[in-house]
C-alpha cells in the first residue's frame, strides 16, 4: 500500500513540532509570532481568534504576552485535544472554518491566520466568516504562502502545498468580505532563511523523525521542504502578511 503523506496531519504536525522546537506549525516560530504582531495596535484589544491553530503553540504564546482571552480553532479534533491538553489556559474548538457562520462566540477584537489560509478550500468564505466573529475595528492578520497570477507553483509540491494566496485577488476578496484599509508585507526572504533553519533542524534530528515515523518520513519531509525552500528563492511563491480592519 501506498503510504500518503499530509503535513496537517497528526504525523507531519509532531514532524514539525519536534523540529522546530514548539507547536509550531508556520515558519520563523516565536520570531514570525513576535513580528505578526508588532504590526497590531494593542489598545483595546481583549479577545483573540487564532484560525488553524493546529497543536495550539501560537495560541498559547499570544496568552502568555497577555494579550488577553485566547480563542483557537481547527478543523482536526487531534490536534485540539493536544492542545487542550498542553495548554489549559487557552479556549480551544473543533470547528470547520466553512460552518463558523453557525458559531456565535463574543466577538473578537484581533484574528490571525499563520500559514493556515492556505489550507482553507473556500478563501473567501472563510474571510466573510471570520467577518461575522469580529466587533467593528477588528484586526486581521494573514502571514501565508503567495503567488502572483503568472506564477506556476511546483507540481512536486502537491495537494499540501493548497491554495497559496493569489496576490493581485486578495485585496478584493478582502473588500467583498468586508474589510478595509488593506495591506501587504513581502517576506519572502524571511520564510527563505525560516526554512533553511528548518531543513537544517531536520537533518539534526533525522534519528528521531526515523525512529518515530520511518524513514519514508523523513526524506518526504526533507524534500518536500527543500522544493518549497527552492520555490521562495526562485519566486516562484512568496511568503506575505495581509493586514486589514473590519470597520
Request: with cysteine; proline share 4%.
Amino acid at each position: 500500500m501506498r503510504m500518503t503523506f499530509q503535513m496537517n496531519s497528526p504525523e507531519g504536525k509532531t514532524i514539525l513540532a519536534k523540529a522546530r522546537g514548539g507547536d509550531f506549525a508556520h515558519p520563523g516560530e516565536e520570531e514570525a509570532i513576535a513580528l505578526v504582531a508588532a504590526g497590531v495596535k494593542r489598545d483595546g484589544i481583549r479577545r483573540v481568534l487564532d484560525v488553524g491553530c493546529g497543536r495550539g503553540g501560537t495560541a498559547a504564546w499570544f496568552q502568555q504576552n497577555s494579550w488577553g482571552q485566547i480563542v483557537g480553532v481547527d478543523i482536526d479534533e487531534t490536534s485540539i485535544n493536544y492542545a487542550r491538553g498542553a495548554y489549559p489556559e487557552v479556549d480551544f474548538f473543533a470547528i470547520d472554518v466553512g460552518k463558523l457562520g453557525e458559531w456565535r462566540p463574543e466577538p473578537f477584537d484581533f484574528v490571525y491566520f499563520l500559514n493556515s489560509f492556505y489550507a482553507f478550500p473556500d478563501q473567501l468564505l472563510a474571510l466573510r466568516n471570520i467577518k461575522s466573529v469580529c466587533r467593528p475595528g477588528a484586526s486581521l492578520c494573514i502571514f501565508d504562502y503567495a503567488r502572483s497570477q503568472s506564477s506556476v507553483v511546483p507540481t512536486a509540491l502537491g495537494a499540501n502545498i493548497g491554495c497559496p494566496i493569489v496576490i493581485e485577488d486578495m485585496p478584493t476578496w478582502l473588500a467583498e468580505a468586508g474589510w478595509s484599509t488593506i495591506t501587504m508585507e513581502d517576506w519572502t526572504a524571511r520564510y527563505v532563511g525560516w526554512y533553511e533553519s528548518l531543513l537544517t533542524a531536520f537533518e539534526r534530528d533525522r534519528e528521531w523523525i526515523t525512529e518515530n515515523f520511518g524513514d519514508d518520513w523523513r526524506k518526504y519531509v526533507v524534500d518536500w521542504y527543500g522544493t518549497l525552500r527552492t520555490a521562495l528563492a526562485a519566486g516562484d511563491l512568496r511568503g506575505v502578511v495581509f493586514r486589514a480592519t473590519a470597520p
